[in-house]
């Protein structure tokens, strides 16, 4: 069962299956498929290593599952897989190799790229990184009057702020204790000027993060730290290379910044943005929980890389999650996808898997620039689980949108707080029951009856009480959120995001569509510097630059 180069998704001979399959079961609920099996968990949960994956609280039988293997298998999984792990440049439209996985293989095993290992260069930098970040954490690094370093500040912006930020903040616990650690990335001015406000400049680090170093909101940014400093050192630029460091591979735009090229951390074109936080992205996080929880985290990862290349489809964690979010997105037309994570330490997880999924399947072409003809990528959203249970959960239980979504918790706490996380424990595997089981009409009656409760709207009430369930979720239970296991996590949401985009036929790791609103924003900031009034652009773009020249003094 090969996909040929230009078949489209939707023409794979299990798509026609699922199609009619789904007809057979689109009102199946799962009321009924849990009365009539009572061994549904023990066949639709998996564990791999400190992750535990239900999805038995889905609207899918065994066959359900045996189709959506064959839909896999039929689009060349295993070769794609393959392919990507190897080294082969999976993205066409900019030649290169995707090797995040690289970033995180400890093994003996050479990786090739062109021909050439990458992974000495790799593992030289990965040293490179713990070096200074043992000196900076020591106190041996010091700043250009002699001070330790106290604060360390990441400036960079997507894959360069959001993977690094969220595993700081999930690694909360592991923290180094006297330094802290501040992400900027907004071009708004209020949040370098509210990060700076907070610190001292002798005490502080800036990393630069940029891969060319020409990142618009990036060197904003840095550009205005920069100042800052100079500010405070009566303008000697001396002080940049002690209090500057840069993430990038752009050596001659780092050195006239004033960096130290010695304090230079590169990275390599087959790093995608999003994937990044394994590289030198992740110098912050090394700074922050050491070099030790660093590579635990790493290895974390490679451990569900293992398993992603080895385990059969019906075993294969990252897999399962990715086929059935198809079966949701492409047969009950369900457009958007819930990351809902029960612990504050991932309360960042919904905002770096939303740049993680809706940049890479975010495509209306296939890999091969043909139009396609079905649902790519859904909208990607969520916050913290408590949270959204005073938020927007109402709307999942008795909303008209279909909302598939992932409920993500620890079992065991950090907190002395036993009885606050036996209560939010509570709550995920509630929430997971009744958006499963809901609350029919005539159970509504008998509890209302039970209570002894009184509606002040009498019988009309009733209705607005019934709750028709039948909603899918998974359930990720994580032994305890450490390195090793937001690792694999991490990796997991990774290889769910590529199966998908190999099931699609996209190219996962281009992201074309954020280039025309840059090169607008270089025109329009031009037409925005000019005294004269704006005529380029249509009437709307126009009236709205001529109506801020004339509101904004200059």
């Not at 970033?103 to 030289?124: C, F, I, Q, S």
Request: with cysteine; proline share 4%; net charge negative.
């Amino acid at each position: 069962m090969n996909n040929t180069k230009n078949q489209p998704f939707s023409k794979l001979p299990s798509y026609t299956k699922l199609q009619d399959h789904h007809k057979k079961i689109e009102n199946l609920h799962m009321r009924r498929l849990f009365s009539v099996d009572p061994q549904r968990f023990e066949k639709f949960s998996l564990q791999q290593g400190d992750l535990l994956l239900d999805y038995s609280k889905n609207r899918i039988t065994q066959e359900t599952m045996s189709l959506l293997c064959d839909l896999a298998r039929e689009a060349n999984l295993d070769q794609w897989r393959e392919h990507m792990f190897s080294g082969e440049k999976i993205n066409n439209t900019e030649n290169r190799s995707v090797l995040h996985t690289a970033l995180r293989n400890a093994t003996d095993k050479p990786v090739y790229v062109d021909g050439n290992d990458v992974m000495p260069e790799v593992r030289a930098v990965i040293d490179k990184m713990q070096l200074f970040s043992r000196k900076v954490q020591s106190g041996e690094w010091k700043g250009f009057t002699g001070k330790a370093i106290t604060d360390v500040v990441n400036i960079g912006i997507g894959g360069s702020d959001l993977g690094p930020r969220m595993v700081y903040e999930a690694l909360t616990p592991y923290h180094y204790p006297n330094l802290q650690v501040h992400y900027v990335s907004n071009v708004d001015g209020a949040h370098i000027e509210c990060a700076l406000k907070r610190l001292d400049p002798e005490t502080t680090l800036f990393i630069i993060a940029s891969k060319t170093f020409t990142t618009q909101e990036t060197l904003s940014n840095a550009n205005v730290a920069r100042g800052w400093l100079l500010d405070h050192m009566e303008l000697d630029k001396k002080a940049i290379a002690k209090h500057f460091v840069a993430v990038s591979t752009n050596a001659t735009r780092v050195k006239g910044f004033g960096i130290d090229l010695d304090n230079m951390f590169e990275f390599w074109d087959w790093v995608g943005g999003r994937y990044s936080l394994w590289s030198a992205i992740g110098l912050s996080i090394v700074i922050a929980v050491g070099a030790d929880n660093f590579n635990k985290l790493l290895l974390g990862a490679l451990e569900m890389d293992e398993h992603f290349q080895n385990a059969p489809c019906e075993e294969n964690m990252p897999v399962i999650m990715a086929v059935l979010g198809i079966w949701y997105n492409n047969f009950f037309h369900a457009e958007s996808y819930g990351i809902l994570p029960y612990d504050d330490y991932l309360r960042s997880l919904p905002q770096y898997l939303e740049q993680a999924d809706m940049e890479s399947n975010g495509k209306s072409v296939d890999r091969y620039g043909n139009k396609v003809d079905y649902a790519t990528g859904p909208i990607i959203w969520g916050t913290s689980g408590i949270n959204g249970q005073h938020a927007f959960y109402q709307s999942l239980h008795q909303g008209t949108k279909m909302v598939p979504a992932d409920f993500i918790v620890s079992m065991k706490t950090h907190t002395v707080f036993q009885e606050q996380h036996d209560i939010m424990i509570s709550n995920v595997f509630a929430q997971t029951e009744a958006l499963m089981r809901g609350r029919n009409l005539e159970e509504t009656k008998a509890n209302l009856q039970s209570t002894g409760r009184i509606l002040e709207g009498g019988d009309a009430s009733i209705p607005h009480m019934v709750f028709e369930g039948n909603h899918p979720s998974n359930t990720l239970l994580i032994n305890k959120i450490n390195p090793h296991s937001l690792g694999m996590l991490l990796a997991l949401y990774e290889h769910k995001i590529f199966v998908q985009g190999i099931i699609w036929n996209l190219n996962s790791f281009d992201q074309w569509g954020v280039e025309l609103g840059k090169q607008l924003a270089k025109r329009i900031l031009n037409d925005i510097h000019q005294p004269y009034p704006a005529t380029s652009h249509d009437s709307s773009t126009n009236a709205l630059i001529n109506y801020y020249h004339s509101m904004v003094d200059r």
